[in-house]
């Protein structure tokens, strides 16, 4: 069974950064793409960076330029660097296989104050 545990969330001012890890268990992670979504209040899940298992990434233009996705195979680590977070940015976050698994792990709430 594949866990996730998603850390790193917090309250941070507009302008303000944050760096996210994700923890999967198993030994499933380095050969797949791995993924980060974000779920604000009232509204879908929608991904917000990937990288594949041979480390190319992609963003959509909300985010590009701002968040910077990575792993660490070795530690079964996910991260996502947050940088210039804006307000709308508030969601919680979480790590996911793309395609996503039907196990998520319980997220991490980013709350950006204008």
């Known amino acids: 069974q594949v866990q996730l545990v998603e850390s790193g969330g917090g309250l941070v001012q507009a302008g303000g950064s944050l760096r996210l890890s994700c923890a999967a268990s198993?030994?499933?992670?380095?050969?797949?793409?791995m993924g980060w979504y974000r779920q604000a209040p009232g509204k879908q899940r929608e991904l917000v960076a990937v990288i594949s298992a041979g480390g190319n990434t992609h963003y959509p233009d909300s985010v590009k330029g701002r968040f910077t996705i990575s792993r660490d195979n070795a530690k079964n680590t996910l991260y996502l660097q947050m940088n210039n977070l804006k307000p709308e940015d508030t969601a919680v976050y979480y790590c996911?296989?793309?395609?996503?698994?039907?196990?998520w792990g319980q997220g991490t709430q980013v709350i950006v104050s204008s």
């Open positions: 996911n296989y793309i395609p996503a698994r039907p196990a």
């Open positions: 198993g030994s499933i992670f380095s050969g797949n793409a």
